[in-house]
Nanobody, 120 residues
């Protein structure tokens, strides 16, 4: 069974940092892309970042460039999202998902999300 499990969310003050983890089981993502998405209350889900080990590429939304860093540990089948200089507008439920590519392919598997709350 394919599973993605997010962890690392919590409450942090503006300017602080958190590191989210996305642990995969049931498949290895050496050839897949793992993306981070977020959904704030009353807003649509948006893409935050994506990493493709096979393509050797990373992608970021403009809103998080320079503050968030995505990385992967293939030995642990885990993708991380290091979030620095957090802002209240980063408050959302963060989800990870798997696809073949960062763009142009459907996100077939999703985690249940982890809540990040940034206080001002």
């Amino acid at each position: 069974e394919v599973q993605l499990v997010e962890s690392g969310g919590g409450l942090v003050q503006a300017g602080g940092s958190l590191r989210l983890s996305c642990a995969a089981s049931g498949f290895t993502f050496d050839d897949d892309a793992i993306g981070w998405f977020r959904q704030a209350p009353g807003k649509e889900r948006e893409g935050v970042s994506c990493i493709s080990s096979s393509a050797g590429s990373t992608h970021y939304a403009d809103s998080v460039k320079g503050r968030f860093t995505i990385s992967s540990d293939n030995a642990k089948n885990t993708v991380y999202l290091q979030m620095n200089s957090l802002k209240p507008e980063d408050t959302a439920v963060y989800y990870c998902a798997a696809a073949i590519h960062c763009s142009g392919s459907p996100w077939g598997h999703w985690g249940k999300g982890t809540l990040v709350t940034v206080s001002s």
